[in-house]
């Protein structure tokens, strides 16, 4: 079983839904959790982190379960410019330093 | 400007024939890293390090060496590269802090083909 999960995708929505994607990982011990993106063919950056009470920024909103060990992503009001494939990492466990990465959702919003 | 380099961005070589790929960073970042991205893999990470002179295996270290001898620079050598390192690879680098690591940059991506 992979450290952390995400499901591939594509996921192919309308601009103006409201998406949202799951995360799981396995080891209970992580301490801490962040969404990237990357474009394609580009450098991943850095969406947001993910905080124990859930947190919000403009559309997107991050929520972590450490009961049932998954971390979600909602986009609201998509846009065109919101296509991307959308990173899980989750940090810590055994090490602070130990990162890893899920293999990414891809999203495509159509006009 | 803040950021991560990596030279070279692209790179054609054949098995065997030994190769670095540098990083280098200019936030005074403790934290550097290298991953490869493989389709249906994911990033998955190769070496990281914590700070000069200080560093650590990832998931995937086989067939590579790095090493930390200054703060800014983390190559990533090949010594005899194999087609299966035929990859997109990143470095990037972050702050350290009590608690662990922070927010990463990412360089913009080496495409390495061994034939």
């Known amino acids: 079983r992979k450290e ?3 499901d591939p995708g594509p996921f192919n929505v309308p601009e103006g839904a409201t998406v949202a994607f799951n995360c799981t990982y396995s080891n209970s011990a992580s301490q801490s959790f962040f969404w990237y993106r990357q474009d394609c063919r580009k450098e991943p950056k850095l969406l947001m982190s993910v905080y124990s009470s859930g947190n919000e920024d403009g559309r997107f909103t ?3 379960n450490r009961a049932s060990q998954y971390i979600s992503l909602l986009i609201r009001d998509s846009k065109l410019s919101d296509s991307a494939t959308y990173l899980c990492v989750v940090k810590g466990g055994s090490s602070a330093s130990k990162i890893i990465f899920g293999s990414g959702t891809r ?5 | 400007e803040a950021q991560v380099t990596q030279n070279p961005r692209y790179l ?3 098995t065997g024939k030994k190769l670095t790929v540098t990083c280098s960073q200019n936030m005074n970042h403790e934290y550097m890293s290298w991953y490869r991205q493989d389709p249906g893999l994911g990033l998955r990470q190769i ?3 914590m700070n000069v002179e200080v560093t650590d295996k990832g998931d995937v270290p086989e ?3 790095v090493s930390r001898k200054e703060k800014r620079n983390f190559p990533l050598i090949l010594e005899s590269p194999s087609p299966n390192q035929t990859s997109l690879y990143f470095c990037a680098s972050s702050l350290s802090r009590q608690g662990g690591v922070g927010e990463q940059f990412f360089g913009p991506g080496t495409r390495l083909t061994v034939l």
């Open chain 1, 62 to 64: 991050a929520q972590l």
């Open chain 2, 12 to 14: 054609i070589t054949v």
């Open chain 1, 107 to 111: 999203l495509s919003i159509r006009p």
């Open chain 2, 47 to 49: 070496y990281y390090s």
């Open chain 2, 63 to 65: 067939g590579y060496k």
């Open chain 1, 4 to 6: 952390v999960e995400q």
